[in-house]
């Protein structure tokens, strides 16, 4: 979402006082406010819901394209090689 963009869509919820204290105080230390802090965590939550999902549904001829592209040799990717073998930035 660009900051220019306008929210209209309401999203009401309860919480208890120490979990609104705890998000606040987690808000706080990021530099944001509680709704900037709650939507991204739960924006972040939702992509990751949904990109998690282990189930899918493929037709006979998509499914053998997706077990050919499976089974087929790794083709060789320097660029990936070297991040490989760079050393970590926290290490």
Sequence with gaps: MTQSATRTAPINLRALNSQRNLIDQAAAALGKNRSDFMLEAAC??????????????LNQVDFEAFN?????????????SKLIERKAPWE
């Design 68 to 80: 050919q592209a499976l089974e087929a040799p790794v083709k060789d990717n320097p660029a990936l």
């Design 44 to 57: 972040r939550e939702a992509e990751n819901v949904l990109l998690d999902q282990r189930l899918f549904m």
